[in-house]
């Protein structure tokens, strides 16, 4: 259950968001952040909050592990809109996390999948990627890499 333990602590972070979303663009939006991670439960859970200054925006993560599934349940919200997004869920191996969950964009339903890897080394990376077409096809749409602060 502790396998966020990785991510305790401040970090620096780019952050790459495509710009439009399932119109098969590669235009990107690359910009900076930080963000604050500390644990919560002794290690079965966490927060971490982001900041991103130049784009006027901060996010926050809450992720709660499962005993009884283990499993993770990550949870996002930001501070445009205050509200809790659905939860992807999912676990680790060999050092990579899969979290997957049911969402919407633009009034339509999608899945979405978050992938942590790099949790074994010095610059851990998050991506997430959505599916219009219930996991088929995937599309890349948020890329952070975090350096320790």
């Known amino acids: 259950m502790n ?14 968001r495509l710009r439009t979303l399932f119109a098969g663009s590669d235009d990107w939006d690359v910009y900076p952040g930080t963000t604050t991670c500390a644990p919560i439960f002794e290690g079965g859970g966490n927060t971490e ?10 996010g926050f993560t809450l992720r709660l592990f499962d005993v009884e599934k283990k499993e993770w349940s990550i949870y996002w919200a930001n501070d445009r809109t205050g509200l809790l997004q659905p939860p992807v869920a999912g676990t680790f191996a060999d050092g990579r996390g899969d979290f997957y969950g049911d969402d919407t964009h ?5 899945r979405a999948h978050y ?3 790099g949790t074994t080394g010095p610059s851990p990376r998050w991506e997430q990627e959505f599916s219009a077409d219930g996991g088929k096809t995937w599309e890349s749409n948020w890329v952070m890499e975090f350096t320790r602060a």
């Open 3 to 16: 396998d966020f333990d990785f991510l305790h602590g401040s970090w620096t972070v780019v952050s790459r």
């Open 49 to 58: 909050e982001i900041r991103f200054p130049d784009r006027g925006f901060r």
């Open 106 to 110: 633009e009034g339509r339903p999608i």
């Open 115 to 117: 992938i942590w890897s």
